[in-house]
Structure formats: structure tokens, C-alpha cells
């Protein structure tokens, strides 16, 4: 069964870091594009950075420099590390793929990034 479980999320204030962590069952990683998406309140969902099978990333403009996608492949989990943390990244992040032509999504992590 396909599953994808985000963790790490909470309240951090501005200029902190977190990291996120999303833990995939029924599917290998390294195989599929893996993406972080991000949804604040009153807002659509946002791309906020991938990762592509040969490793290349992707991200965000409003996140470039500050944000880092990972895999680890012998834990089959994709990792979001943040760092210099702005109220405006305050959102429910959700990790992604799509697995045998079927979008999968993970429950969800609150971040919240606040004084």
C-alpha cells in the first residue's frame, strides 16, 4: 500500500530552522519525483521544492537558498530542511508523488513560524 507520512513540523520563531521529514511505504523513493507542497491559510497549495530520480532539485523562488530537499534512499524518506524561517512560510506542508499515475499526499505537518 502506498502511504506517505510527514513529520517535523511545529512552532519556530522567525529565523529558525526545522526539518521536515516524509516517510514512504508501498514504493521506492529513488525511483519518483518526490515534491514538497505548502498550503497557508486562504491560500492554493504551492510548490515548494522536488527532487527528481538522478537527485537533481527544484524549488521555490521564495524559498531558494534557504530551503534544502534530501533523500535518503536506505530509509526511503525525503527530507525538507529549513532554515532562516519567515512568518510568510507559515503553512500545512505536505509531501507528494505520484505513484503509478495516482497522486499520493501525506496527512500534512503544521508549520508555524511566529514570535
Known amino acids: 500500500q502506498v502511504q506517505l507520512v510527514e513529520s517535523g513540523g511545529g512552532l519556530v520563531q522567525p529565523g529558525g530552522s526545522l526539518r521536515l521529514s516524509c516517510a514512504a511505504s508501498g514504493f521506492t523513493v529513488s525511483t519518483y519525483y518526490l515534491k514538497w507542497y505548502r498550503q497557508a491559510p486562504g491560500k492554493q497549495r504551492e510548490l515548494v521544492a522536488g527532487?527528481?530520480?538522478?537527485?537533481?532539485?527544484n524549488y521555490a523562488d521564495s524559498v531558494k537558498g534557504r530551503f534544502t530537499i534530501s533523500r535518503d534512499n536506505a530509509k526511503n524518506t525525503v527530507y525538507l530542511q529549513m532554515n532562516s524561517l519567515k512568518p510568510e512560510d507559515t503553512a500545512v506542508y505536505y509531501c507528494?508523488?505520484?505513484?503509478?499515475?495516482?497522486?499520493?499526499w501525506g496527512q500534512g505537518t503544521q508549520v508555524t513560524v511566529s514570535s
Open positions: 527532487i527528481r530520480l538522478g537527485g537533481t532539485t
Open positions: 507528494n508523488a505520484n505513484v503509478n499515475f495516482v497522486d499520493r
